[in-house]
């Protein structure tokens, strides 16, 4: 699989920029970071919008969209951009926006018709940009910026300027786009719940800086991380589903180290599905519990204690009896860890009164 | 009667084809180009409107007389003195009627900002095709501004038509002058009848383009 490169460096309305990164040739990779960290300034760099002094970005090996003094200008990177605010052309309907990049590139394997379906713009086809909502417009600004048979597909926040409703019609549309779609995605943003949803990776952004970059699922419950420590702490988990039980309409769910039951149909047999797991749900018993409501009580191993605030400790686990399954965070209080006298490298049964299936069932 | 009204047009015609075609890029550059040497650029193209169209006639008149520097340099391309010619006339409306046309252009321009530009670019388009593509048919209702007022404030040119032109009959004697002359001749009655004419032509300029920009505008939104 190529890896994308990118680095870039200079300074940009007062403010010194030197990001480098890298990552896969594949997935949602979510650049993540407080407002005016820079990370739309990067993903504006890649797409050739801004030039600073310094700047690299490779899709592939034999592909260098610049490097040091080369420098393809935006319109020759095969790059698609969903911005902010869709930014469609009001002077055109919506076909002819869907259309603008489709006519102008080379052909590509993404068919209009398949761009329709796929986000739901059969009815919108002859509209005004100016007649849509929200959530309509930003649908037609992927679907345009897919058209245009992109190698790479950048998004600049492109939910934040929606509402609560406009976000949740969108969200399943984004998740479809994942599974359906081989090309890898940028994804700014600086939502934790919508990052948690997407992203395959994390690039970790502040003060212009990258300061992490991998996995979700590893920097979540990183300990050198902020997100293990914060109140409404979470861990996501990749799973397969494993088989089903009818008789209490219950999936079983495969993930590293475990299995886990969730109430309902969760997709065919090994389909792939994300869990998210809050910290706040996870309490820990240091013998396996018997006769107990909760269903998923699954053995795992202290890694190590994350300091907490008001009396109350983080729990770092590995799910399996030698502990290196998934990771998962319990917040206990400061007296259960005192008196389970926890430690890192016990063992101990993690009890998990609730799992979110985080991504909406692929079709 | 008949052929001043058609010189008139004519004038008026040429010089707004001649107003977009060298005004449209000029705003393009005043709206996008942060050089400094643009503000300069900027208040010589807005000077016109302040300075007394006699000034300017004049300043046109000396360039263009058979020493002034204008003729000399068209002289090896074989092209005569322009001063009281009809090439000449439309040279005239087009320097005065600049600001008319390209301050509404450019300020379309600027109303649309880059975002629409990029956006295209982003959508594989280059500069020139992005232009034509987005960034003029935006402008529409500015660039329809600037060719009503354009054409409107070449009908309606006295002071520079004077100074250049003269009044030589089927080549320089637009309305304007020509309702001077018939007043000056004594003959009211023409000269009622035709100020009339500036005087309705005007009143529907401005009504037409009232409203041919707001429901462009609506289009737009």
Redo the contacts between chains.
């Keep these: 699989m190529s890896r994308i490169e990118a680095h870039f460096a200079g300074r940009i309305g007062g403010f010194d920029l030197d990001a480098a990164f890298t990552a896969p040739g594949s997935g949602v990779t979510a650049l993540f970071g407080p407002s005016g960290c820079g990370k739309t300034t990067v993903l504006r760099c890649i797409a050739g919008l801004e030039r600073l002094r310094y700047g690299h970005f490779s899709l592939s090996s034999e592909e260098v969209w610049q490097d040091g003094g080369s420098f393809l200008p935006p319109h020759r990177r095969a790059v698609g951009y969903v911005f902010q605010e869709a930014n469609l052309f009001p002077h055109l309907s919506v076909t002819g926006n869907l259309r603008f990049g489709l006519r102008r590139a080379k052909a590509g394997a993404i068919a209009f018709g398949e761009v329709v379906d796929l986000l739901g713009l059969s009815r919108l086809l002859e509209r005004a940009p100016g007649r849509l909502s929200g959530g309509e417009r930003q649908r037609v600004a992927i679907g345009r910026a897919l058209l245009s048979q992109p190698r790479l597909l950048l998004m600049d926040e492109p939910l934040s300027a929606l509402d609560r409703m406009s976000k949740d019609e969108i969200l399943p549309y984004l998740e479809r786009l994942h599974d359906a779609l081989s090309i890898p995605v940028f994804y700014v943003s600086h939502d934790l719940a919508e990052v948690e949803r997407l992203a395959d990776r994390l690039v970790l952004m502040e003060g212009g800086r990258v300061t992490a970059a991998g996995p979700i699922a590893r920097l979540l419950a990183d300990p050198a991380l902020p997100f293990a420590a914060r109140r409404d702490a979470a861990v996501v988990i990749d799973a397969a589903v494993a088989a089903w039980e009818p008789a209490y309409g219950l999936t079983r769910l495969a993930v590293a180290g475990a299995e886990m039951l969730v109430p309902g149909a969760a997709g065919a047999l090994g389909a792939r599905r994300r869990l998210r797991i809050a910290a706040g749900d996870v309490s820990l018993c240091r013998v396996a519990p018997q006769q107990t409501s909760i269903l998923n009580v699954l053995p795992a191993r202290v890694i190590s204690l994350l300091p907490g605030e008001a009396h109350q400790v983080g729990v770092l686990l590995g799910l399996g009896d030698a502990g290196d399954g998934a990771r998962l965070i319990a917040r206990i209080s400061a007296k259960s860890r005192d008196l389970l006298e926890l430690a890192a490298g016990e063992a101990v049964f993690a009890q998990i009164k609730g799992i979110a299936l985080v991504d909406s069932a692929a079709d | 009667m008949g052929d001043i009204l058609a010189l008139t047009v004519k004038l008026a015609t040429v010089s707004t084809c001649m107003l977009l075609v060298l005004g449209t890029p000029l705003a393009w550059w005043l709206a996008q180009s942060r050089h400094w040497v643009k503000e300069v650029a900027s208040a010589v193209v807005a000077l016109p409107l302040v300075l007394p169209p006699t000034v300017l006639g004049f300043y046109l008149l000396v360039a263009m007389s058979p020493e002034g520097p204008v003729s000399r340099a068209l002289a090896p391309l074989g092209i005569a003195p322009l001063a009281f010619t009809f090439p000449g006339l439309v040279a005239g409306s087009v320097v005065y009627s600049l600001p008319f046309v390209v301050n509404p252009i450019r300020n379309a321009f600027e109303a649309a900002g880059r975002?629409?530009m990029?956006?295209?670019?982003?959508?594989?388009?280059?500069?020139l095709?992005?232009f034509f593509?987005?960034a003029l048919?935006?402008a529409?209702p500015g660039l329809l501004t600037g060719a009503i007022l354009g054409f409107a404030h070449t009908i309606g040119e006295f002071g520079v038509v004077l100074m250049i032109g003269g009044s030589i009959p089927g080549e320089t004697k637009v309305l304007s002058i020509a309702i001077l002359d018939y007043v000056e001749t004594l003959q009211w009655g023409t000269a009622h009848r035709l100020s009339a004419l500036m005087l309705g032509f005007s009143f529907c300029v401005i009504l037409t383009m009232t409203v041919l920009e707001k429901r462009l505008l609506r289009?737009?939104?």
């Design positions: 975002r629409p990029e956006a295209a670019a982003t959508l594989r388009a280059a500069p095709d992005a593509a987005v048919p935006l529409g289009g737009l939104r």
